[in-house]
């Protein structure tokens, strides 16, 4: 779990993947115990923050605010069928 010490911000990444079935799961690997899936995708993403806020105010023992930062990299995957040949 994740050190946090009072008056510090601590980045948790969050890893979003899409399903075989079109829905979509989220974890991360800075807290454990935090994966969601839906069908729905933006079932996830409307769960994300509370899941941290509770997971996280439960390991401290403290009420955690957990506040949305927009990435400032992303990764783009493409499988063989998204390739065009030359």
Same mark, same amino acid.
């Given at each position: 779990? =994740?050190? &946090?010490?009072?008056?510090?911000?601590?980045?948790?990444?969050?890893?979003?993947?899409?399903?075989? #079935?079109?829905?979509? /799961?989220?974890?991360?690997?800075?807290?454990?115990?935090?994966?969601?899936?839906?069908?729905?995708?933006? /079932?996830? =993403?409307?769960?994300?923050?509370?899941?941290?806020?509770? &997971? =996280?105010?439960?390991?401290?023992?403290? #009420?955690?605010?957990?506040?949305?930062? &927009?990435? /400032?990299?992303?990764?783009?995957?493409?499988?063989?069928? #998204? =390739?065009?040949?030359?």
């Amino acid at each position: 779990m =994740l050190a &946090i010490y009072p008056g510090m911000t601590t980045k948790v990444t969050v890893t979003f993947e899409r399903r075989e #079935d079109g829905g979509l /799961m989220a974890w991360s690997d800075d807290v454990p115990g935090f994966v969601l899936s839906h069908k729905d995708p933006a /079932m996830v =993403l409307a769960d994300v923050k509370p899941a941290l806020e509770r &997971i =996280l105010s439960h390991a401290h023992g403290k #009420d955690m605010k957990v506040t949305e930062e &927009i990435p /400032m990299r992303c990764e783009y995957v493409a499988d063989d069928a #998204d =390739l065009v040949a030359s």
